[in-house]
């Protein structure tokens, strides 16, 4: 059964990434841009290859895929010699793998969850956690903070469009929260009386002991680990998730950001005339703050009618997710749509200070081949899906 | 319900909070706080260049310059782009610490702005830097006018100096940046307004860097504009000829008046300093010694430091007598036998006079006569009067710090040494000593008054056509009296020293008691007597009596300051005939 293709996700990610070549051309010049247009050409022939490809065979692939792509990091972890060690080199080409390893994790927990019809305990929980987790360790220790912390939203959303309890996924991943507010001891206590009070009235002994157990633990340790280190240690641990920090400080970064997106006022000052980007007050122009340009030059008007593309895209991928019948293209798609969805929101909340820094790409529009190239090729398959979504 | 749907509906709310958050923050930056961050932005790339005036000349009476311009190369850097590199570089070539070069940038408090951290640096220092500009990150080069004093020591306390400008001084002034030079004392202080100028301000486009990249097109540069040359009274020749007749003595002040409208024509201090090794900046050590010298040569004796004017106002308890009592012009008190006994102390004279009356204990310069006087007239009287010639007063010159002295009248006395003070306390303010003490200027300005029949005008350094006069309401007779004595001190007193053939001349010599060493040397007088051209006031400090050191040097000063006059008339006299003819 032949269906027509969903032409809105070709056009909004069509929109998205002439902007950004619009964008790069305006950040970094003409050679940059070209290049991404060689990127962008390949990156959508080889997506409208995958909308002719069946969704079924991707699942007979997926383990593989992953296999490839987990072994693809380990090699570079151990053999990659330029540091940090995220890049491979083919002849003039530099490939990000790490873009890619999200793509085969995405397609791999959608492979494995599919498999389960029903996901109810925290066992259920144990494989699909090992699936993210050990790509998203060996891209942690690439070291690359940004990319690695992608897999966490990716494994809630996709296991809570599989069917686990949204409050078994939360009680799972409540030790995270508990890390984080051991830093801020009032933080701390007032967190663990909210959750015990949750944990009380869901009257379900293990999650109670499982909650408490775990929190309190993380709670503990996390500063004890913390206040053990020195305060060199302590501040190279953040150097070293954030290797980008230039001789000025990271706030200095935001600062220059904040400034270039709150000077754009309304209409911005004209594709081009962003001054802070044409004087290099803005870092990382052409990749992790091309939104801060795109603020400037185009101001709130711009900004608003960027959001609005992403929330279409994302709203059209989600309507997909619900109407696809087929159970592993459903998940499969909720995983695309969670990773894309939480990347521009990461990478645009750092430009505007609202989140700390971590190099997050934004979708479509930052200057960067593999991201690019896997962005088009989850499209790809969403709309390979969207062909046979009545089909199961 | 499906729980799809239930799980699409949580997601799709999820994902349009997140929108709403982000577009909320973005309203939030571009709208709200939008005028903060354009101006934050602009702030960033248009640097404002403040190009300093050239400040306006000090030029003497004839005028000779006494105080100009010359170009001076500087250095600033930019704090947020100087590397380590350079600052090593840069402290190795300008002979300063990178400690000092740091606490000087931190001066400026947006790090992207340049600071001058050095001033005047030489050719070769200039060229190091010139040669490695590109490696140097965040160091620029410039010229800039700076102050010359040609004449170096010999009109500091007058003319003053100028310093780089202090954060407490920049305060609140929107005139001035940091690298500014500000006058700081003498007429560069007092005159700073007008000798200023304004800056000239020139917009540029900086990249992050700091590196210029261009000019700004919307904003209009203004050039600077210099300076008003202000015109003192001051003969720079005769200044000249003093310090050459004061070369012989380490410490001495001198103040020469035109009596009739008190134009300071000469004014100098002995130590001095040159002027012009402020424009480098002294370091703190330099300072410290200059500070602390015991020899001050950063005070201006003349209108700072307090003497007693010693027998030079006994012209004043005179005049203060005769004003009060005409007829104590023919009294005769008990003859001076060299000492005058009050009780259990004796008072000296220098001298064993015998019976003198008004005007020969004047001439001689008797203690004894004064002593009976002073005690005769009474303390208020003495008071009351002198204060009206300025003593305990100010004078009101167009110059900083001016100290006021001490005129110690009753109430003082009362305060200082209770209901007990004696007898022996008028002696000593009869005689100039003790608890009196005046500057040399307002010794100089209160002998006018017999030029402007009891008149004072205010000094001053500015030139100027009006001037203020203060009345001191003395009898004419009691001033004609006390001018007469003048005159005999000079013909057959105490200054014969100071004759001139042809050129009568008066005044007074003193010799100021000074318990931390020898006395001082004191002379106030001025000449020609019937057309009064120059008022002279010297003191020349633990030199000795008045009449020996003091008399002479005015002698020279008096003639050499005539003799140019002579020369200046002979000179003008024939082009402003021809004028005549012209006209």
């Known amino acids: ?392 | 319900m499906d729980e799809k749907v239930v799980n699409f509906k949580i997601i799709r709310n999820i994902i349009l909070v997140l929108a709403v958050v982000l577009v909320g923050w973005s309203i939030r930056l571009q709208i709200v706080e939008g005028k903060k961050y354009s101006r934050l932005s602009e702030e960033n790339r248009i640097r404002r260049i403040f190009n300093p005036a050239p400040r306006g000349r000090i030029l003497d009476r004839n005028g000779v310059e006494v105080a100009n311009t010359r170009p001076g190369f500087y250095v600033s850097v930019v704090r947020a782009a100087i590397d380590d590199e350079t600052l090593s570089a840069l402290s190795r070539i300008l002979g300063m610490s990178i400690q000092d070069i740091v606490e000087k940038s931190k001066i400026e408090k947006n790090i992207y702005n340049p600071v001058k951290i050095a001033h005047d640096i030489s050719y070769e220092q200039l060229s190091l830097i010139e040669e490695r500009i590109d490696l140097f990150n965040g160091v620029e080069v410039g010229v800039e006018p700076l102050r010359h004093y040609p004449y170096n020591d010999l009109l500091f306390h007058l003319v003053g100096y100028v310093g780089e400008i202090t954060c407490e001084e920049i305060e609140g002034d929107p005139g001035y940046v940091l690298g500014d030079y500000i006058g700081k004392m003498g007429v560069e202080r007092y005159y700073e307004k007008i000798l200023k100028g304004t800056h000239g301000i020139e917009y540029v486009e900086v990249d992050a860097k700091g590196k210029e990249v261009g000019k700004i097109a919307e904003k209009r540069s203004v050039p600077p504009t210099p300076g008003v040359d202000v015109n003192i009274t001051i003969d720079i020749a005769l200044t000249e000829s003093i310090s050459v007749y004061l070369e012989d003595f380490e410490k001495a002040a001198c103040v020469c008046l035109n009596p009739k409208n008190g134009a300071v024509l000469a004014l100098y201090s002995k130590p001095s300093f040159d002027p012009n090794l402020f424009i480098h900046g002294l370091n703190s050590e330099e300072w410290n010694t200059l500070l602390t010298d015991p020899s001050a040569p950063m005070y201006n004796r003349v209108t700072m430091s307090c003497y007693p004017p010693g027998s030079t106002f006994k012209t004043f308890i005179a005049l203060a007598a005769l004003d009060s009592r005409m007829t104590v012009k023919e009294k005769r008190f008990e003859p001076c036998l060299g000492l005058y006994r009050l009780g259990r102390r004796d008072f000296k004279c220098w001298k064993r006079h015998g019976s003198l009356d008004l005007i020969n204990a004047i001439v001689h310069s008797c203690d004894v006569y004064f002593y009976q006087l002073g005690r005769a007239i009474g303390i208020d009287t003495i008071a009351e009067r002198t204060s009206r010639f300025g003593f305990g007063k100010r004078t009101g010159i167009d110059l900083h710090n001016e100290k006021a002295g001490n005129l110690p009248g009753r109430s003082w006395l009362e305060k200082r040494y209770g209901m007990n003070w004696t007898q022996g306390h008028i002696f000593n303010l009869s005689i100039g000593q003790g608890d009196l003490l005046v500057t040399p200027l307002q010794l100089a300005c209160a002998y006018s008054l017999f030029v402007n029949d009891g008149k004072i005008p205010m000094p001053h350094v500015i030139s100027r056509n009006d001037t203020t006069y203060f009345t001191t309401n003395i009898s004419t007779e009691a001033i004609e009296t006390v001018k007469n004595a003048l005159i005999g001190v000079v013909e057959r007193g105490t200054a014969t020293a100071v004759r001139i053939p042809g050129i009568p001349a008066c005044g007074k010599t003193g010799t100021s008691q000074n318990p931390h060493g020898d006395d001082h040397a004191l002379f106030a007088g001025y000449a020609p007597v019937d057309d009064p051209q120059i008022l002279v006031c010297v003191l020349v400090e633990n030199a000795g009596h008045g009449g020996s050191i003091a008399a002479p040097i005015t002698r020279r000063i008096i003639e050499a300051y005539l003799n140019s006059l002579d020369h200046a008339d002979s000179l003008t006299s024939a082009p402003s005939t021809s004028n005549v003819q012209e006209d």
Not at chain 1, 324 to 353: D, E, K
């Open chain 1, 1 to 392: 059964m032949f269906r027509k293709i969903d032409p809105s996700i070709v056009w909004t990610t069509g929109l998205l990434s002439l902007l950004g070549i619009m964008m790069i051309f305006s950040t970094a010049g003409y050679s940059i841009m070209t290049r991404q247009i060689i990127w962008l050409i390949f990156s959508f022939v080889v997506a409208l290859l995958f909308s002719r490809i069946s969704p079924r065979i991707w699942l007979n692939i997926s383990p593989a895929i992953y296999t490839v792509a987990v072994l693809l990091t380990l090699a570079i972890l151990f053999k990659g010699d330029v540091y940090p060690r995220r890049w491979i080199r083919i002849g003039d080409v530099s490939i990000q793998p790490s873009e890619f390893t999200k793509f085969a994790t995405v397609l791999m927990l959608a492979y494995y969850l599919a498999g389960k019809k029903r996901l109810s305990n925290f066992s259920d929980m144990v494989v699909p956690t090992l699936i993210a987790g050990v790509p998203a360790l060996l891209v942690f220790l690439e070291p690359d903070l940004g990319a690695a912390q992608i897999f966490l939203p990716i494994l809630i959303v996709m296991s809570y469009w599989a069917g686990m309890p949204g409050w078994k996924i939360l009680i799972l991943f409540s030790p995270i929260i508990s890390a984080i507010a051991s830093f801020s001891i009032y933080a701390w206590v007032a967190y663990m009386v909210i959750l015990m009070i949750f944990l009380y009235f869901r009257r379900q002994l293990t999650d109670l002991v499982y909650g408490f157990v775990s929190n309190t633990l993380m709670g503990l340790i996390m500063p004890l680990v913390w206040n053990s280190l020195k305060i060199y240690q302590q501040k190279r641990i953040l150097s070293f998730f954030s290797p980008w920090i230039d001789p000025r400080g990271m706030s200095w970064q935001i600062i220059q950001s904040k400034i270039a997106i709150g000077s754009g006022g309304i209409f911005g000052k004209g594709f081009l005339s962003g001054t802070q980007k044409k004087l290099e007050f803005l870092p990382e122009r052409h990749t992790d703050f091309i939104f801060s340009c795109l603020g400037e030059e185009f101001g709130l008007f711009g900004i608003i009618i960027v959001l609005t593309l992403y929330v279409y895209l994302m709203y059209r991928l989600l309507t997909l997710a619900k109407e696809t019948r087929n159970r592993f293209s459903s998940i499969l798609v909720s995983g695309f749509m969670t990773w894309i969805a939480y990347q521009t929101f990461i990478n645009i909340g750092v430009t505007m200070g609202l989140l700390p820094v971590t190099g997050v790409p934004l979708p479509f529009i930052s200057y960067g081949g593999s991201a690019l190239l896997s962005c088009f090729m989850a499209i790809g398959i969403c709309l390979s899906i969207s062909r046979v979504k009545m089909s199961y």
